[in-house]
C-alpha cells in the first residue's frame, strides 16, 4: 500500500517537468525564430552587399548603414521620402547627361534594353536603383531587425518605407538628369502619361530647364495598340514640362525595341 501523500508529491513532480518542458521549448522556438529573423536580415543585407560591391569606389558599409538608418526600429507606414536623405548623401547620383532613361509601364522592355545595350542608364542602373531593386524591407518598433515579409503594401500607406525609398532615389535621379533625356511610355494603355505615377508626380517635376536640353518620348507600341503620340496624356506631359525642355515623341514597335535590343550592329541612336 502506498505511504499516505505519495500521490500528491507525484503528482507536483509531474506537473513541474511539464512545466521546465514547455518553458524549454518556449526557449528554443524563440532562439530558434531570432535566428530566422537575424539570418533573414544577413541575407537581405548580403543581397545588398554583394550589388553594391559591382559599383567600385563605394563605402558598401557605410551605405547599408546610411539605408537602414531610415526604416530600422520605425513604423513601417511611418517611413517618410525625407528618411532616406542620409542615404542620397552616401551615394549622390552622377549625371550621365544624353542617356538617362525614364519609364512607366514599360519596366521590363526599358530594363532589357538597358541590360542588352550601353547607351542609356535607367534608375535601376545606377547603385542606389539597383540594390533594391525587386526587393521589399521594413522595420519595426522596437527591433532593430529588417524584415522582408509581412510589410506593408505600396499602396497601404503613403509613408510606405519601400514606396518612399523609390519616390526619393527617383527624385534624386531626375534632379541630375542633364542633356537630352529618353522616356519610354507604354502605348498599350490609354493614359501613357499619369500624373499620379512616379514618373509624372516625381520625376518630371524635378527636370530642370538649367541642365536638361529635351525629353524624348519612345511610346511603345504593339499590334493592339491603343495609344500615339497625339494621346491627350502626353499633351499634359508637354504642358509639366519645365519651360524650355523640347520635347519630342516617337511611336516605336516593341518588336524594332527588341531587335535593337539583341543587335548592338544597330547603333542606338538608329534604334528610334
Ligand atoms: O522613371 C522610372 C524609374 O526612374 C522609377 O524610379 O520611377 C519611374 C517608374 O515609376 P512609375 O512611373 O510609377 O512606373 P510604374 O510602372 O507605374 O511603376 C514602377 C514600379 O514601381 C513598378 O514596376 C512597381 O515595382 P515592381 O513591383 O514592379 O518591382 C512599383 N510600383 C508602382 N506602383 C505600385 C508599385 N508596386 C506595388 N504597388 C503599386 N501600386
Known amino acids: 500500500m502506498e505511504p499516505v501523500g505519495y500521490r500528491p508529491r507525484q503528482k507536483k513532480r509531474t506537473k513541474r517537468c511539464v512545466v521546465l518542458i514547455v518553458l524549454l521549448l518556449i526557449i528554443v522556438l524563440g532562439v530558434a525564430l531570432g535566428l530566422a529573423l537575424s539570418r533573414r536580415t544577413e541575407t537581405f543585407k548580403t543581397t545588398f552587399m554583394d550589388r553594391c560591391k559591382k559599383f567600385e569606389g563605394n563605402d ?14 520605425k513604423d513601417p507606414c511611418k517611413v517618410p521620402m525625407e528618411a532616406y536623405d542620409p542615404l542620397i548623401k552616401a551615394a549622390p547620383f552622377k549625371p550621365s547627361c ?42 519595426k518598433e522596437g527591433s532593430n531587425e529588417t524584415f ?15 514606396r518612399s525609398f523609390w519616390s526619393r532615389v ?18 498599350s494603355i490609354a493614359t501613357p502619361f499619369s500624373q499620379y505615377s512616379i514618373f509624372g508626380s516625381i520625376e518630371v517635376k524635378r527636370f530642370n530647364s538649367a541642365n536638361m536640353r529635351s525629353l ?6 504593339q499590334e493592339n495598340n491603343v495609344s500615339n503620340c497625339s494621346n491627350a496624356s502626353l499633351k499634359d506631359l508637354q504642358k509639366e514640362l519645365d519651360k524650355g525642355i523640347k520635347y519630342n515623341c ?19 541612336h538608329a534604334c528610334w
Open 250 to 268: 516617337k511611336e516605336v514597335s516593341e518588336a524594332q525595341i527588341q531587335a535593337c535590343s539583341s543587335n548592338t550592329e544597330i547603333p542606338c
Open 60 to 73: 558598401c558599409e557605410k551605405i547599408w548603414a546610411a539605408f537602414q538608418q531610415a526604416y530600422v526600429g
Open 170 to 187: 527617383s527624385a534624386a535621379f531626375a534632379e541630375v538628369a542633364c542633356g537630352d533625356a529618353t522616356a519610354m511610355l507604354n502605348g
Open 148 to 162: 522582408t515579409s509581412d510589410c506593408p503594401e505600396w499602396a497601404d500607406c503613403d509613408d510606405n518605407t519601400v
Open 98 to 139: 544624353n542617356r538617362m532613361m525614364f519609364w512607366s509601364k514599360t519596366k521590363d522592355v526599358a530594363h532589357d534594353f538597358t541590360d542588352k545595350r550601353d547607351c542609356f542608364v535607367t534608375l535601376e542602373d545606377t547603385l542606389l536603383g539597383s540594390v533594391l531593386d525587386g526587393l521589399t524591407w521594413c522595420g
Open 216 to 221: 524624348n518620348v519612345v511610346l511603345v507600341t
